[in-house]
T-cell receptor, first 112, second 114 residues
Framework: GDSVTQMEGPVTLSEEAFLTINCTYT??????LFWYVQYPGEGLQLLLK?????DKGSNKGFEATYRKETTSFHLEKGSVQVSDSAVYFC???????????FGQGTRLTINP | DAGVTQSPTHLIKTRGQQVTLRCSPK?????VSWYQQALGQGPQFIFQ???????QRGNFPDRFSGHQFPNYSSELNVNALLLGDSALYLC?????????????FGQGTRLTVV
């Protein structure tokens, strides 16, 4: 079945550092890909998405590019802030079906 | 716009009991999905309701059942609770069932089974 694998956490960085969180997926069709963020005490929020190969999703300085050849959707940000501290989830949904399949999450802590 | 609201926020139940969790979708949304998030894990899809019918189901036993009402709100019922059912239960709403539509999540109900 479909699956998502994220890099193991937790990840701790200093403010203004460059961030990469790796995500790879396995799917039988052509899924849409998502990054969700969960801030402490809050529900999941959509951070960005891409619906087809080579699409780049971006939001709040975060970017991820849908790479079909490597089945990857890595999350990047050029300069992280303390307020970016949260748990990040990579997810996919198959075309025509809104069931989201999530990775295990990566806890990110940014130190001032 | 109130967004997705879930009740209660926290709940403690005893093994073998039954529980009902509730979800009101974001205004204008007609589809509700439920997820179980165990501590330190990603959410796992339980099922999805659209037009008051269960449209998709994940790999969960029949002890997990649900309902959607004409106003699109939804309930998740879990019978014969096990310790392993302790988790954060998330409700997500969306407009339609397409794979690229955005799902909006509630803050969840934290269920503890003792």
């Amino acid at each position: 079945g479909d699956s998502v694998t994220q890099m193991e956490g937790p990840v701790t960085l200093s403010e203004e550092a460059f961030l990469t969180i790796n995500c790879t997926y396995t799917a039988t069709g052509y899924p849409s890909l998502f990054w969700y963020v969960q801030y402490p005490g809050e529900g999941l929020q959509l951070l960005l998405k891409a619906t087809k190969a080579d699409d780049k999703g971006s939001n709040k300085g975060f970017e991820a590019t849908y790479r079909k050849e490597t089945t990857s959707f890595h999350l990047e940000k050029g300069s992280v802030q303390v307020s970016d501290s949260a748990v990040y989830f990579c997810a996919l949904s198959e075309w025509g079906a809104q069931k989201l399949v999530f990775g295990q999450g990566t806890r990110l802590t940014i130190n001032p | 716009d109130a967004g997705v609201t879930q009740s209660p926020t926290h709940l403690i139940k005893t093994r073998g009991q039954q529980v009902t969790l509730r979800c009101s979708p974001k205004s204008g949304h007609d589809t509700v999905s439920w997820y179980q998030q165990a501590l330190g894990q990603g959410p796992q899809f339980i099922f999805q309701y659209y037009e008051e019918e269960e449209r998709q189901r994940g790999n969960f036993p029949d002890r997990f059942s649900g309902h959607q009402f004409p106003n699109y709100s939804s309930e998740l019922n879990v019978n014969a609770l096990l310790l392993g059912d302790s988790a954060l239960y998330l409700c997500a709403s969306s407009l339609g069932t397409g794979g690229d539509t955005e799902a909006f999540f509630g803050q969840g109900t934290r269920l503890t089974v003792v």
